[in-house]
């Protein structure tokens, strides 16, 4: 079955790193489109990153623009997201994200159970 | 990033039904699929409807999904307690080249 399994998360001082890594396997990891949408404590969904199947076409949020560095690995189907000059408003549970296109570009068929990154001195 | 406007909170009685709505502007609902997300308590988000109006394999039929303008909601019917659950609408927008979320609605079976 399809599995999505983030890791990096942890606890980082501000103006830290961090590279989260998505470790796909169930599916043609090469044929689906991925994202990164992040969870605040408490807090609603925010889409971060993306990334096109062939990692040619990438979109970023504009609260990460010039800190996040979104990427992956197809012939390791692995997705990435580094994360760069961190805050304290970046603290959330981050989601590995796939989209199919089965059900329409933009349409996240299939999540990670997520990792957190907390931000805080 | 802008967001759509859902309501925070919406409640029912069981075998009620209720809407959530999701208000956006030309640049994301006026022009966009909408899609709406459920996310049980403790649990990652799961795709419950798309292009507007459609079900995944496995969503049932008293859960639907409209759009007119730049507007959207989705209706549940038959309310259950196992709706209980936060309910998310999204959609792409092309002035910001990125995805915008609803804040969500926390849904609560009386």
């Known amino acids: 079955q399809v599995q999505l399994v983030e890791s990096g998360g942890g606890l980082v001082k501000p103006g830290g790193s961090l590279r989260l890594s998505c470790a796909a396997s169930?599916?043609?990891?090469?044929?689906?489109?991925m994202s990164w949408i992040r969870q605040a404590p408490g807090k609603g969904l925010q889409w971060v990153s993306y990334?096109?199947?062939?990692?040619?076409?990438?979109f970023y949020a504009d609260s990460v623009k010039d800190r996040f560095t979104i990427s992956r690995d197809n012939a390791r189907n692995l997705l990435y997201l580094q994360m760069n000059s961190l805050r304290a408003e970046d603290t959330a549970v981050y989601y590995c994200?796939?989209?199919?296109?089965?059900?329409?570009?933009?349409?996240?068929?299939?999540w990670g159970q997520g990792t957190l990154v907390t931000v805080s001195p | 990033q802008s967001m759509l406007t859902q309501p925070p909170s919406a409640s029912g009685t069981p075998g009620q039904r209720v809407t959530i709505s999701c208000s956006g502007t030309?640049?994301?609902?006026?022009?966009?699929?909408v899609h709406w997300y459920q996310q049980l308590p403790g649990t990652a988000p799961e795709l419950l409807i798309y292009?507007?109006?459609r079900r995944p394999s496995g969503v049932p039929d008293r859960l639907s999904g409209s759009k007119s303008g730049t507007s959207a909601s989705l209706a549940i019917s038959g309310l259950r307690s196992d709706d209980e659950a936060d309910y998310y609408c999204?959609?792409?927008?092309?002035?910001?080249?990125?995805?915008?979320f609803g804040g969500g609605t926390r849904l609560t079976v009386l």
């Open positions: 292009r507007d109006n």
């Open positions: 994200v796939g989209d199919s296109g089965s059900y329409g570009h933009w349409a996240f068929d299939y």
């Open positions: 169930g599916f043609t990891f090469s044929d689906y489109y």
């Open positions: 030309t640049s994301n609902i006026g022009s966009n699929y």
């Open positions: 990334i096109s199947s062939a990692g040619h076409t990438i």
């Open positions: 999204a959609a792409w927008d092309d002035s910001l080249s990125g995805v915008v």
